[in-house]
């Protein structure tokens, strides 16, 4: 795997002698890759991230991993706040209305595999994952499956409660990961996006498959 440098200024050091422990992956929702490119690396736009794949396949580097990148926001995972400085973020250049390429998705998977080699990252996350109701990325496109496939993200695991109501739901997910305090159906629209985007209705015994 390539990677071209690309070196953004908006970064810094990671808080409190954190580590990368998460991976979050985003889309750009920008007309191109060099228009994203722009972006994440303008000091203005106080807005980075530590990669960006290109639709084509192609890697750069904007901030290095022992640095903190400004790409999560608001939010947590599993109980963890300040996403920032426990993550590595990465953008695919796409508009969120359209599948990913095939060689996007490679690249990904090769990049996946190189940062689990240097650190001990437990979670692989949708920005969607960590901030219900604020964020949409990746996004229904995504292929989520194929990266469960190859360990490269948690297999979704399903759960029995007593009853399919929404108390047994909300305890679910928060024990999946989705540990921040939104209204119910916000809860669900996020858990439907990661595993399972077509299905709608009313809650139901299948939104108890979650990761």
Not at 54 to 62: D, E, H, L, S
Not at 71 to 98: F, P
Request: aromatic content about 6%; proline content about 8%; overall charge neutral.
């Amino acid at each position: 795997m390539q990677i071209t440098q690309h070196l953004s200024p908006n970064c810094g050091p990671r808080r409190d002698g954190l580590t990368p422990e998460i991976i979050v992956i985003h889309y750009t929702a920008m007309d191109s890759a060099d228009a994203a490119l722009e972006r994440l690396c303008d000091p203005e736009a106080e807005v980075s991230a530590h990669y960006l794949i290109t639709g084509q396949g192609g890697v750069v580097q904007m901030v290095p991993e022992h640095l903190r990148a400004w790409h999560a926001g608001a939010g947590q995972w599993a109980g963890l706040t300040d996403i920032n400085s426990r993550s590595i973020g990465i953008e695919l250049d796409n508009r969120g209305t359209h599948p990913f390429s095939a060689p996007q998705m490679a690249a990904l998977e090769a990049l996946l595999r190189s940062i689990n080699s240097r650190w001990p990252i437990a979670h692989t996350i949708g920005h969607s994952d960590m901030a219900p109701g604020r964020k949409y990325d990746p996004g229904p496109n995504f292929d989520w499956a194929r990266l469960v496939r190859q360990g490269l993200a948690a297999r979704p695991k399903a759960t029995s409660p007593a009853r399919v109501d929404p108390e047994n739901f909300v305890k679910a997910a928060r024990a999946a990961g989705y540990t921040v305090d939104v209204p119910l159906d916000t809860l669900l629209a996020a858990t439907r996006l990661r595993c399972a985007p077509w299905r709608v209705g009313p809650l139901d015994q299948s939104d108890f498959t979650l990761i």
